[in-house]
């Protein structure tokens, strides 16, 4: 009687673990979609990244937090992204042909900062961005301004990780309850890429081509998500 029993419990239990499997399943797949496509104007979103390595260069006005958190998530961006090929070189600080540029600034500058590089303000709190992209949505140049006044280093690890992979081609952040510096916030800042990032990044250079659209999205994350 009891083995009878545990089976009975074994066979209705395995669909309940099926279900969270497909759950979180669905759940990496909608977060996926949410962050790699971007609004191109005209309630349209596409996925909108670089087609060749770029280059990028740390301005720093005000010393803090300088290049040393700049640095630290320039090198996990770098060591995420190797299995796609893809690699962001990094220049010398304060280099003006760099076509991805990350300025460190007081909040109140942002506005005047933008404006200096032609470039309007995206985001606001704690960093804030712009990009610039050709009509096959390949993006040509990007900047964004973090703010010195973060609270903490680790505040700061974060936005620049965020700021970075949202200057690569990230769209933004989603609701979805994934461990990833692009998903909810925390109350403690996350200062290295999680799991979940280091499979999203190199995913999103092999598998995500400019101009798609989220059906094609969907069609990738099926197809060739780890």
Request: net charge positive; charged share 20%.
């Amino acid at each position: 009687m009891r083995k009878t029993w545990f089976l009975a419990v074994l066979i209705f239990a395995l669909p309940l673990f099926g279900n969270d499997r497909d759950r979180g399943k669905a759940s990496q797949r909608k977060f996926i979609e949410e962050v790699v496509l971007s609004d191109t104007g005209g309630n349209s979103m596409k996925v909108v990244r670089w087609a060749v390595s770029p280059s990028v260069s740390v301005f720093n006005h005000t010393g803090a937090p300088g290049e040393a958190v700049f640095s630290h998530a320039s090198a996990q961006i770098n060591a995420a992204l190797e299995p796609a090929k893809f690699q962001v070189s990094v220049l010398q600080p304060n280099s003006p042909a760099a076509p991805l540029k990350i300025v460190y600034c007081n909040r109140d500058q942002f506005p005047q900062t933008l404006k200096k590089y032609g470039a309007q303000q995206v985001g606001g709190r704690f960093w804030a961005y712009y990009r610039w992209w050709d009509s096959r949505y390949q993006v040509e140049r990007a900047v964004a301004v973090i703010s010195v006044e973060q609270g903490s280093e680790a505040q700061a690890k974060e936005s620049t990780l965020q700021a970075l992979m949202v200057l690569l081609g990230f769209g933004g952040w989603s609701g979805e309850v994934i461990d990833s510096v692009l998903g909810p916030n925390r109350q403690q800042p996350r200062t290295e890429l999680t799991d979940f990032d280091k499979k999203l990044l190199p995913f999103f250079f092999k598998n995500m081509q400019p101009g798609w659209e989220a059906f094609q999205v969907r069609r990738a994350f099926d197809k060739a998500w780890p």
